[in-house]
C-alpha cells in the first residue's frame, strides 16, 4: 500500500541525516546544562556568547483537544491549568451526557480566567455533541473540533487529543522545543493493518449508534446482518490517541479527494471507529502514507492479558513514566495522588496554577502562581525533561523503526 521510497541507499541516507539532525539538539541541550567542571572555569559572558550562536528554529503551535463527559468538568479545567501555554491554543467539550450546568460551568471558568480572556487561546465547544462510547459519534465529535480549531485558530501545526483522564508528564516549553526541529508534516499515530480478532468483532459486524438521533447518551446496538471485509481499501486499527498535523486534518475536512468522506461513511457503522478512521484514511492516502510515525507518544500500562481498557496509573508507576519519556500519559482515576507528584516534580506547578515556562514572568518567591505576569508567548526554556523526548524520537525515527513501520 505505502509509496516507495526510492533506492535502499538512499533511504539509508536519509535516515541517517534524520536521526543526526535530532541527535545535535538534544547534544546541544546537554552543553548548556550539564555542570561546570571545577578544572575548566567559564566566565558568564563566555555562556552568554554560546547562547547568542544556538539559535532554535521558530515553536510550532499545538491545537489542544481536551474532551470529557458528566462529572469530568473540574477535571477538565485542572489538566489545561496543566497544559495551557500562551503559544498553544485550546478547545474544551463536555458532550451532551453532562448536565448543562456542568456545561455553562465550563463556559463560565472559561471566560473568566483573565489569562484566556487576555490571550483568546481557548474556546468551549458550547453546542455539546453525543457522544457514545466505543461509536463513530467520536470521531464526529473530534472531527467539528478540529473544524472549530481551523476556523479559530491560525498558524498551527499539530492536533492534539486529550481526554478529562490523561495528563502531560512534562511541561509544554518542553514539548515545544522538541517538536521545533520535527517536520511540520510527521503525524503520531499508532497503527497496524493486521486487525487479527478485529476483523469479526469489529469490521464485519455492522453496528448503529444512538448518538446520531437520541439526546441521552446510550450503547451502540448491533444488526443481524454481517458485511465483508472492504476491497476499494485497506483497514488500519490502532490507538485512539492521535498527534495529527494540520494538513492531513485540513484533508479530513475539506479533502481534495473523496477519500475521506467514503471512509467516514464506512466507519458510521464500524465499532470503535476511532481507532481505526484517521489511520484508514492516512494510510489509503498517497499524500499522508509515508508521514507516518508508528506511536502515540503516551504512556500506558496493560493488564495482562490486555484488557478493554488500560490500567489507571498510580504511583507506583511514576518511575516507568519519566522514563518512558512520553509526554502524555493516560489515565489516572481523579484527583489520584501521583498528579500533585507530577505537579511537583515534573511540571514544578504549584495547586490552581499554569505550569511555569519561558512566558511566565512572575517571581516564584513571592507569587504562588509565577505566571500570574507574563511575557512573549514564544520565549522557550525547555527544561532536562526534554532530553527524555529527544531520546524517544530518536528512538523511533532510527532506520529499524521508522520507515518500515509505516502503514504496515
Known amino acids: 500500500m505505502r509509496r516507495p521510497h526510492g533506492t535502499s541507499h538512499g533511504f539509508l541516507v536519509q535516515q541517517k541525516w534524520l536521526v543526526l539532525l535530532l541527535a545535535i539538539p538534544l547534544l546541544a541541550l546537554f552543553l548548556l546544562v550539564r555542570p561546570l567542571g571545577p578544572l575548566k572555569p567559564h566566565r558568564a559572558s563566555d555562556l552568554d556568547r554560546s547562547h547568542e550562536h544556538i539559535r532554535p528554529p521558530a515553536p510550532p503551535r499545538l491545537a489542544y483537544l481536551i474532551s470529557g463527559t458528566r462529572g469530568d468538568g473540574r477535571r477538565v479545567k485542572r489538566l489545561l491549568h496543566a497544559l495551557y501555554h500562551p503559544w498553544n491554543f485550546y478547545v474544551l467539550h463536555l458532550d451532551l451526557a453532562s448536565p448543562p450546568e456542568e456545561r455553562a460551568d465550563l463556559v463560565a471558568y472559561a471566560s473568566l480566567v483573565a489569562t484566556f480572556l487576555e490571550l483568546g487561546n481557548v474556546r468551549v465547544v458550547k453546542d455539546a455533541n453525543p457522544v457514545s462510547e466505543k461509536g463513530p459519534t467520536v470521531v464526529v465529535s473530534t472531527l467539528h473540533a478540529v473544524a472549530v480549531m481551523l476556523r479559530e485558530f491560525k498558524d498551527w501545526s499539530w492536533f492534539i487529543n486529550l481526554s478529562a483522564a490523561d495528563y502531560p508528564l512534562m511541561p509544554q516549553d518542553d514539548i515545544l522545543h522538541v517538536f521545533s526541529y520535527l517536520p511540520r508534516d510527521f503525524n503520531f499515530i499508532r497503527h497496524t ?105 503516551r504512556f500506558m500500562v496493560w493488564d495482562n492479558p490486555p484488557r478493554l481498557y488500560p490500567m489507571n496509573l498510580t504511583s507506583q508507576h511514576f518511575g516507568l513514566m519519566v522514563e518512558s519519556g512520553s509526554p502524555f500519559a493516560h489515565s489516572f482515576a481523579e484527583d ?73
Request: hydrophobic share 35%.
Open 193 to 297: 493493518s493486521d486487525i487479527g480478532w478485529r476483523e469479526y468483532e469489529r469490521a464485519r459486524p455492522i453496528i448503529i449508534d444512538p448518538g446520531f438521533y437520541k439526546p441521552n447518551k446510550t450503547a451502540v446496538f448491533w444488526a443481524k446482518e454481517k458485511r465483508s471485509i472492504p476491497s476499494a481499501f485497506k483497514i488500519f486499527t490502532g490507538s485512539s490517541w492521535v498527534i495529527l498535523s494540520r494538513p492531513f486534518l485540513d484533508f479530513c475536512i475539506s479533502g481534495w479527494d473523496n477519500l475521506p468522506r467514503t471512509l467516514l461513511m464506512y466507519y458510521t457503522n464500524f465499532l470503535s471507529s476511532s481507532e481505526g478512521y484517521f489511520h484508514t484514511v492516512m494510510c489509503n492516502s498517497k499524500d499522508f502514507q509515508n508521514t507516518t510515525i508508528n506511536d502515540d507518544l
Open 336 to 408: 489520584d495522588p501521583v498528579l500533585e507528584r507530577i505537579d511537583r516534580e515534573l511540571l514544578h506547578r504549584s495547586i490552581g496554577g499554569f505550569t511555569p515556562g519561558g512566558w511566565c514572568l512572575g517571581d516564584p518567591q513571592l507569587s504562588r502562581d509565577p505566571c500570574s505576569a507574563h511575557g512573549r508567548p514564544d520565549t522557550i526554556r525547555p527544561t532536562l525533561n526534554s532530553r527524555r523526548l529527544w531520546a524517544l524520537l530518536v528512538k523511533l525515527l532510527h532506520p529499524d523503526n521508522f520507515r518500515p513501520r509505516q502503514c504496515i
